[in-house]
């Protein structure tokens, strides 16, 4: 199973952006799939997540900025990025949850970075 993200980027305050998340299986035998970020010197956090049945969470942060998405006929997940500030920059991480049974399992795509300049 292979994750692939791509759509970063630089842009100014203000800008948009939308990651792409291409899985290399079909996106609905995942559970819950989501992005992280890390920005420079910090932790990583999750930005949002979405599960097989679209319910979404967000960061308090980015709530109202963004949005994620999925559209299983193209086994992809996006997350659409408005209003971005300096804070969003940092190294976009997607991932995907599948639970066999009772054991989850996590898949990660390789980073994309983002970077957010005035």
């Known amino acids: 199973v292979q994750l692939q993200a791509s759509g970063g980027g630089s842009v100014q305050v203000g800008g948009s952006l939308r990651l792409a998340c291409v899985v290399s299986t079909n996106i609905n035998s995942f559970n819950v799939m989501g992005w992280y970020r890390q920005a420079p010197g910090k932790q990583r956090e999750l930005v949002a997540r979405v599960t097989n049945r679209d319910g979404t969470n967000y960061t308090d942060s980015v709530r109202g900025r963004f949005t994620i998405s999925r559209d299983n006929a193209k086994n992809t997940m996006y997350l659409q990025m408005n209003s971005l500030n300096a804070e969003d920059t940092g190294v976009y991480y997607c991932?995907?949850?599948?639970?066999?049974?009772?054991?989850?399992?996590?898949?990660w795509g390789q980073g994309t970075q983002v970077t957010v300049s005035s």
């Open positions: 991932y995907g949850v599948k639970v066999i049974v009772t054991t989850p399992y996590d898949y």
